[in-house]
């Protein structure tokens, strides 16, 4: 479980680097209603709270599929390429 809760931290920067920039963290800090030391954390792999994570993907776009997994696509594109369902069997 640890090496899965890192990879969502890496995760969890990736999008923060490429939507808010190096120094944006305090700007999604506080789009996300958190202290910034607190995202850091998550950052970190400190297990992030069920609602954080929803206005992370509302916030962000990103794909909760590939928040957990890695596996592309990292953002929703309702046109392109929407997520893929995660109660669907693995290939």
């Known amino acids: 479980m640890t090496r899965q809760r890192d990879g969502l931290g890496r995760r969890l920067r990736q999008v923060r680097m490429e939507l808010y920039g190096e ?3 305090p700007m ?3 789009a ?3 202290p910034f030391r607190t995202w850091i954390n998550y950052e970190l ?3 992030v709270p069920a609602l954080v994570m929803l206005r992370f993907i509302e916030l962000t776009g990103a794909c909760p599929h590939w928040l957990l997994t890695g ?3 990292r953002y929703r594109e309702l046109e392109r390429a929407p997520c893929p369902d995660p ?3 693995s290939r």
Do not use: H, K, S, Y
């Open 71 to 73: 596996e592309p696509p």
């Open 28 to 30: 999604l800090a506080e």
């Open 32 to 34: 996300l209603r958190l």
């Open 87 to 89: 109660l669907a069997p």
């Open 23 to 25: 120094n944006g963290g």
């Open 45 to 47: 792999g400190v297990t």
